[in-house]
């Protein structure tokens, strides 16, 4: 999927982290990491869901895709040991039917 966000074309990618967390990343035109959405911890997200890293330079972005109900926010949480990261789920299905 791609998303535009601050007059880019970035790509929506999942993949998985090396213990099955689902990781998710947005990479410029040219293929390049633009920034990594997800964060991995130890607690396994719900099904279909990963750990959003909402915080410093990933504020804004985060911010602007639940906004654009790209990802929607579970509710749940978990401490990282200095933030918090919030459970999310990508709407892309929903988002392609619009």
């Given at each position: 999927?791609?998303?535009e966000?601050?007059?880019q074309?970035?790509d929506?990618?999942e993949?998985k982290?090396?213990?099955?967390?689902?990781?998710v990343?947005l990479?410029?035109?040219?293929?390049?990491?633009?920034?990594?959405?997800?964060?991995?911890?130890e607690?396994?997200?719900n099904?279909?869901?990963?750990?959003?890293?909402?915080?410093?330079?990933?504020e804004?972005?985060?911010?602007?895709?639940?906004?654009?109900?790209?990802i929607?926010?579970?509710g749940r949480?978990?401490s990282?040991g200095?933030?918090?990261?919030?459970e999310a789920i990508?709407?892309?299905?929903?988002?392609?039917?619009?």
């Amino acid at each position: 999927m791609v998303v535009e966000y601050d007059g880019q074309k970035l790509d929506l990618l999942e993949t998985k982290y090396h213990n099955g967390n689902k990781a998710v990343v947005l990479n410029d035109s040219e293929g390049y990491l633009f920034c990594t959405l997800s964060v991995n911890l130890e607690s396994m997200p719900n099904q279909d869901c990963f750990w959003l890293k909402d915080w410093s330079e990933n504020e804004e972005i985060a911010e602007y895709m639940v906004s654009k109900k790209i990802i929607k926010l579970t509710g749940r949480t978990k401490s990282t040991g200095y933030v918090i990261a919030k459970e999310a789920i990508l709407y892309v299905k929903d988002i392609d039917n619009e």
